[in-house]
């Protein structure tokens, strides 16, 4: 049987249908969005922030950081999560190049998915707070032009790390050293900046 890049790609959604790694990609914003509506609560009742200031401000302070931080972690972890099938059961289908861009197509997929909602999700948080919290007045101020452009940089700096992390879990069959290195590395990163 000849090997091509649709039979490699068809292959590869079957072998991560199970894998949980879409749902994952959707509760993790979630998870942001609550953490950042629970701090804002913090941030607008103890007195932190003032009526008059850019409420968007606090609410994107947290979820920014949140995101800067836990997307990296993420990404590294669906990488291994996609590979984790043929590691397990030694399978390739088709040739390297197939599988590693059927694996890359899969986890731009999820990456876009969870960027979406958290987009969204942070201009629902914006809303709730809106409704909740009048006196903020969150319909008054707007920062769109910086949201936006945050996404998109996230999403290019994703797909960095996937580009790189998606060989290591190919080259690397122990989920020590795929996931361990880069977190190493990430932490190490992120202590620098």
């Known amino acids: 049987m000849q090997s091509s890049f649709k039979n490699s790609f068809t292959a590869e959604i079957l072998k991560t249908k199970h894998t949980q790694i879409l749902s994952t990609a959707v509760f993790l914003p ?3 969005a609550i953490y950042s509506c629970v701090a804002n609560i913090q941030e607008f009742f103890g007195g932190t922030a003032e009526v008059g200031e850019n409420p968007w ?3 994107c302070l947290i979820s920014f950081e949140s995101y800067k931080f836990l997307y990296p972690i993420f990404i590294v972890i669906i990488c291994f999560k996609i590979y984790e099938r043929d590691h397990q ?3 390739e289908s088709g040739s390297k190049t197939y599988v590693y861009f059927s694996k890359a197509i899969i986890l731009i997929f999820c990456l876009v998915v969870s960027l979406l909602v958290g987009l969204s999700l942070l201009f629902l948080t914006g809303t709730f707070c ?8 969150f319909q008054d101020y707007t920062i769109d032009s910086l949201i936006i452009p945050f996404f998109v940089k996230l999403f290019v700096f ?6 790189i992390q998606l060989l290591l879990s190919s080259c690397l069959k122990n ?3 795929s996931v361990g290195i880069p977190l190493v590395l990430l932490s190490i990163g992120t202590a620098m900046v």
């Open 57 to 59: 401000r606090f609410l």
């Open 158 to 163: 994703g797909l960095s790390i996937a580009a």
């Open 30 to 32: 979630l998870i942001i």
């Open 130 to 137: 809106s409704v909740f919290y009048p006196l903020m007045k």
């Open 89 to 91: 059961t030694d399978f």
């Open 175 to 177: 989920i020590i050293n």
